[in-house]
């Protein structure tokens, strides 16, 4: 058995403390528990890829109107009123980033990560895009323009990136395998 991480620890014990003060219920801290183990993250926005990469007249409404195309998903977990859906191509490459904040589609990818708020990478990505997709494990040709897109309160971003070539071959579970949250950020390929 792996020893508990400090954060974890205090957290379980602020959760027995407000439970036993009657200030938090327990399944309420369950449903949230849930709602971002299985109704929000990742899943839902490479749902819509996968969607995306198969269907062209979807993929023609997600780019044209995201907010609009997404509502049929009833996705879970807000911050997706106004959503910009950006294209990955071979000659553009896109990538998104708060510069304010943290700004970000939680319905479609969960909880940000941590390097997503962090002033370095928001700062970094838009002066030097290419050094820090670099440090990401990856290195644009010269000939793809890295374009950046600051996410704000009103609007959120989601990149969709290229589909593999074999997207025809491929069962929609092995695609939506493919999909990662860093891809739709656009600090993955």
């Given amino acids: 058995m792996s020893e508990a991480k400090p954060q974890a620890l205090r957290a379980e014990a602020l959760e027995s403390i407000l439970i036993e003060r009657g ?36 993929k023609a409404r997600l780019l ?17 009123d106004k959503l910009v859906v950006v294209e990955n191509t071979p000659d553009v490459h896109n990538v998104v980033v708060c510069t304010l904040c943290s700004c970000y589609p939680w319905a479609l990818l969960g909880l940000p990560p941590r390097w997503y708020k962090d002033p370095a990478y928001r700062s970094r990505v838009v002066r030097e895009p290419r050094a820090v ?9 010269e000939r793809t323009k890295v374009r950046v897109w600051d996410s704000s309160a009103e609007v959120r971003y989601l990149v969709l990136p290229q589909a593999p070539e074999d997207v025809a071959e ?4 092995a695609l939506l395998d493919r999909v990662s949250r860093d891809a739709m950020i656009g600090v993955g390929l």
């Fill in 170 to 173: 491929l069962s929609e579970q």
């Fill in 133 to 141: 997709l670099a440090e990401f494990g990856f290195e644009l040709p």
């Fill in 23 to 58: 200030l938090l219920k327990a399944e309420a801290v369950d449903e949230v528990i849930a709602l971002f183990n299985e109704r929000v993250g990742p899943m839902n926005g490479a749902q819509v890829v996968v969607k995306a990469w198969r269907d062209p007249d979807f």
């Fill in 64 to 80: 044209a109107d995201g907010t609009g195309a997404i509502k049929p998903f009833n996705f879970t977990g807000g911050q997706v």
